[in-house]
């Protein structure tokens, strides 16, 4: 079992920057993969970032060049810093972590951006 709560959202200027984090319960180390997926109203949930446990890293399109997954396994934790915030990227952030064949899924944290 694998428990993951987020932290970071909250209101921000368009142009603005925030940082979620993502702790897990348990070590990370051997978790295979673990990303942050995003949903605004009336849309799917949709996959920002993902980092592997090796540390390889893929992105959404959109947010290429603004966003950045990483993780500090001695922390347990996951990051997303997101720079030049959109309008567009406004939504409820989740962590996601794939362990052993399932999904765990964070609460959310709800990123506000102001145009």
């Known amino acids: 079992q694998v428990q993951l709560v987020e932290s970071g959202g909250g209101l921000v200027q368009a142009g603005g920057s925030l940082r979620l984090s993502c702790a897990a319960s348990g070590s990370i180390f051997s978790i295979d993969a673990m990303g942050w997926y995003r949903q605004a109203p009336g849309k799917q949930r949709e996959l920002a970032a993902i980092?592997?446990?090796?540390?390889?890293?893929n992105y959404l399109d959109s947010v290429k060049g603004r966003f950045t997954i990483s993780k500090d396994n001695a922390k347990n934790t996951v990051y997303l810093q997101m720079n030049n915030l959109k309008p567009e990227d406004a939504a409820v952030y989740y962590c996601n972590a794939y362990y052993h064949g399932m999904d765990y899924w964070g609460k959310g944290t709800l990123v506000t951006v102001s145009s």
């Open positions: 980092i592997s446990s090796g540390g390889n890293t």
